[in-house]
């Protein structure tokens, strides 16, 4: 058996048989996207964005979906949603290359605002950014009026955090480099009601950085900001915002990654980071969404022209094909040739008996790609791919490919000719803060228990044990994988939950992101994931029956605390602030970063598990201004607003 075969074969076991005997049994989570309001959609997301912005209590949810129309959905309570986007926003403002949004009270009114980043048409022209104030319930864009509109920015992922300390929230538009020599601003700092380009302060030494969060890695009261890096050099980058510009700290190795998670894994009071990780998919990347469906993304590079770019698999019935481009242009129904008489469908989806095709048609020449698929023998088929260099006019870039196949029976023997797939699984890090050293403890810990092809992952107290556990989105390249569930034993080492606790996912699309909000305000965490995953070799058909999924979290008898902050000498929202809570002995950390990580944003709530506490002993605040307050006796089990005193009580650095 190939190295590449063996792969899919421990895929396919994982997803059709379960995981293995030595992972914890507990049901956390429960589906329930059907009943929520979110199951209609279907097809390209590109993360997900939960606030208040009605200011009724409970989170509401924004969905970019990419190329498609945004949406907004009003918590109703009893985890059901209603779709209000028509009745809040300009139908307008909901097209075009939408990336990342985050909601926050940028003008300290009392109302959350939202922020939507956008490409740069193809990463030369220009897409106008969003900025949409909250109007008494209504959300109205102005961007440009604003200063933040940014044309040129091939913008990702946005974040906010007040970079001078003055009280107002200032943007950073994390962004990819553009294929011109133009380097759009990355910062924008709030001066008097609008924005200023002032990206020197917090400057990456990259043109692509494509999203940053906002996290404490020391002990004074000025945060830090860890940034993923794209292209040549090092791909990440730490910022000390306690200095004009931020200077870099070197605390992270070399280490590529798709999310980064900070959290006080081991309630010592310091952050820690995870970094959920995967490695790029060869030039043939397979994915299952049943026994019965396989989906393959292929690469064709004028690289590697001389390999083969092929896969074969077994299956006794008819077959559905679907195949795809990833533009419109880069495939026709001309380019395919079926059996050895190379006969042509009508379309691009087609249908064929179990006993036509025989044998393999020959390569064709010329500047389009060629598709060939043929039955060897009865019941076994090949694809594969061609390509000649006037395919590539000259570039280097590669073009990519989409084959879905569906079949009555079980496909099998699924195999990638050559070296063309490759493990897409990469050893999540997990580093512990040893007094502000981060210290390489993965392996340790057992983050690593069960590889996975991780592409976004959140922390929260699911459990709500007084400790953090970790939740990661499984994908690869070409299709969703199982998700995967880490509780926290209470000393910072992680096991396993079979199934992820309920949450696995559906097996479909491409894995996006994951998201937390208690959504039904029962204290305990809930998840969303969006499986349209729809950048890169991912856009097209990959993504075209992605999904979002609303996980319930079914809750146990422990207590909780969860805080709304409302700065006055700070930004409303507090963003930047540390919050320590006290109960029976242990204290949590958390710091309020806006939820925002790779593509999405979290909501903002502070969430503490607290066991069998009835009663949190002290909370301590440690303000952006300064301002450190403390309070005690506070009773479990409540969502708790807390104003930051105009009184000063400086914090001693």
């Not at 190379?342 to 010329?366: I, M, N, Q, V, Y």
């Not at 320590?580 to 969430?607: C, F, I, N, P």
Request: proline letters at 6%.
């Amino acid at each position: 058996m190939t190295m590449p075969t063996r792969l899919l074969a421990l895929f396919l076991a994982a997803v059709l048989a379960g995981c293995s005997p030595s992972e914890k049994e507990l049901t956390v989570f429960e589906d329930i996207t059907a009943q929520s309001g979110l199951g209609a959609y279907e097809g390209m997301t590109h993360g997900a964005a939960w606030g208040d912005y009605d200011g009724d209590g409970r989170p509401d949810l924004y969905v970019t979906n990419h190329l498609r129309l945004a949406m907004l959905f009003r918590n109703l309570g009893g985890s059901r949603f209603g779709d209000v986007t028509a009745e809040v926003m300009n139908p307008n403002d909901l097209g075009g290359d939408k990336h990342g949004a985050a909601w926050a009270d940028f003008n300290n009114d009392g109302q959350l605002d939202l922020v939507q980043l956008t490409g740069a048409i193809q990463g030369v022209g220009v897409e106008p950014k969003r900025l949409f104030v909250n109007e008494g319930g209504k959300l109205v864009e102005r961007a440009a009026q604003l200063g933040v509109d940014n044309p040129p920015g091939r913008t990702r992922m946005p974040l906010w955090l007040d970079i001078d300390q003055d009280g107002k929230l200032d943007l950073f538009q994390g962004a990819e480099a553009r294929f011109d020599d133009l380097t759009p601003p990355f910062l924008y700092s709030q001066q008097g009601g609008h924005f200023a380009d002032a990206t020197p302060r917090l400057k990456p030494d990259s043109r692509s950085a494509p999203f940053c969060v906002l996290t404490a890695l020391n002990v004074d009261r000025y945060p830090e900001v860890v940034c993923r890096l794209m292209g040549k050099g090092r791909p990440v980058q730490i910022f000390d915002t306690s200095t004009s510009p931020a200077r870099t700290l070197d605390l992270l190795p070399n280490s590529a990654f798709d999310d980064v998670v900070a959290g006080d894994f081991d309630n010592d009071g310091r952050i820690d980071l995870f970094l959920a990780r995967k490695n790029p998919g060869g030039r043939v990347a397979l994915a299952r969404s049943s026994e019965s469906v396989l989906t393959a993304q292929i690469e064709l590079s004028p690289r590697t022209l001389d390999q083969p770019t092929a896969f074969r698999f077994r299956s006794a019935g008819a077959l559905d094909f679907t195949l795809a481009g990833q533009n419109p242009g880069d495939l026709a129904p001309a380019d395919i040739r079926l059996g050895e008489n190379a006969a042509k469908p009508a379309g691009l989806t087609f249908a064929l008996a179990a006993d036509a095709a025989h044998g393999l048609p020959k390569p064709p020449g010329g500047d389009r790609p060629g598709v060939l698929i043929g039955s060897p023998k009865p019941g076994h088929w090949q694809v594969e791919f061609h390509a000649r260099p006037e395919l590539f006019g000259g570039k280097a870039k590669s073009r990519y490919l989409t084959i879905r196949v569906r079949s009555k029976e079980p496909i099998d023997d699924v195999e990638a000719l050559g070296d063309g797939a490759k493990d897409e699984t990469a050893p999540a890090r997990l580093f512990m803060n040893r007094d502000g050293k981060l210290v390489e403890e993965a392996d340790k810990r057992g983050v690593n228990a069960v590889p996975v092809t991780a592409v976004n992952a959140v922390a929260g107290d699911f459990d709500n044990d007084m400790d953090l556990d970790i939740f990661v989105l499984g994908s690869g390249d070409a299709g969703k994988t199982a998700n995967l569930l880490l509780l926290n034993n209470g000393k910072g080492e992680f096991n396993v939950v079979r199934h992820a606790g309920g949450a696995s996912g559906w097996l479909v699309g491409v894995g996006d992101s994951v998201t937390t909000a208690d959504v039904d305000g029962d204290g305990f965490l809930d998840l969303l994931t969006a499986s349209g995953g729809s950048m890169g070799r991912s856009l097209g058909l990959p993504s075209d029956n992605g999904r979002y999924q609303l996980f319930r979290n079914v809750g146990n008898g422990n207590h909780w605390l969860m805080i709304d902050l409302e700065g006055t000498r700070s930004n409303r929202d507090g963003i930047g602030a540390v919050v320590r809570v006290t109960a029976g002995g242990v204290t949590q950390m958390r710091v309020q970063d806006g939820g925002v990580h790779e593509r999405s944003q979290t909501h903002s709530r502070l969430h503490f598990g607290l066991a069998k506490h009835a009663q949190v002993d002290k909370i301590t605040v440690q303000w952006p201004s300064g301002t450190v307050q403390e309070l005690n006796g506070i009773k479990a089990d409540q969502i708790l607003r807390i104003k930051e005193p105009l009184s000063v009580q400086e914090h001693k650095r």
